[in-house]
């Protein structure tokens, strides 16, 4: 659905910005595909993934790292995405936008919970690994009743996209489909993780370019700041890896 080039300029002035905004639309859902393909492989619960970790682990750090990142983009992409729903339905923008947000949290959680259970296969063994997980999956956290929240946002926000006419029925009902891709501890990928990623990706990444090519090219200053994110970021990785390097 076309939307006029005015209306992107007038609600990209606060956070997260055109630039952050508009490249999270795209690089999230590059990256959570492309995460999803390297451990396309294995089978999809938590003993084949931990066993594939343990045969392949620089392979399923990087799957589950990407899929790390790519979540957290989804925060700036979707704070876009609320923002152009809600000039004409604020509420379904205020609510699509929260239970999304919401449920962002409980899987940078389980992303969370994934990295400490590899870390056991490495210090230990996949076995031990195994039966740790085993006996604390599905024991209750706070982040459970959140759980729902991923679920239903992306029917709300789908929904707010199609009556707001920032998307047509066909990238809406994309957008919606989101709401069946697993959430929870060490999920593989499946038939069902490829359909929704792919929605995703249709829904957002035409509307990260529309948005980056909204205005005007990016001014030195704005160029300057995210290549010294960048630094720091990389900086921060590479004095993390040396601490935890052992003597």
């Known amino acids: 659905m076309k939307i006029e080039k005015s209306e992107f300029q007038d609600q990209l002035e606060s956070f997260p910005g055109r630039w952050l905004g508009g490249l999270s639309l795209i690089i999230a859902p590059v990256l959570l595909v492309i995460s999803a393909l390297l451990r396309i492989q294995f089978n999809f619960f938590f003993p084949d993934q931990l066993a594939a970790y343990d045969t392949h682990p620089t392979l399923m750090l990087t799957s ?39 449920g962002l949290f409980a899987r940078a959680f389980h992303s969370g919970v994934d990295h400490f259970a590899f870390q056991i296969v490495k210090s230990e063994n996949v076995e031990v690994a195994t039966n740790l997980v085993g006996d604390f999956y599905g024991m209750f956290h706070v982040v459970n009743i959140l759980n729902f929240s991923i679920l239903c946002g992306w029917i709300v926000l789908a929904l707010g996209a199609y009556l707001s006419k920032v998307f047509g029925w066909f990238r809406s009902i994309a957008l919606g489909i989101m709401f069946a891709m697993a959430l929870g501890i060490l999920k593989g990928t499946n038939m069902t993780t490829i359909i929704s990623l792919t929605g995703l990706s249709i829904a957002l990444i035409p509307l990260g370019v529309q948005v980056v090519r909204s205005g005007n090219k990016p001014k030195l200053k704005t160029v300057l700041f995210y290549i010294i994110l960048i630094v720091l970021v990389l900086g921060s990785w590479l004095f993390m890896s040396e601490m935890e390097r052992p003597n």
Do not use: D, E, H, N
């Not at 339905?89 to 929260?98: A, N, Q, S, T």
């Open 64 to 102: 589950y790292s990407l899929f790390l990142i790519g979540t957290i983009l989804l925060f700036p992409a979707t704070l876009i995405l609320v923002q152009l729903i809600s000039v004409k339905k604020p509420r379904l923008g205020l609510w699509g936008g929260l239970l999304v947000i919401i």
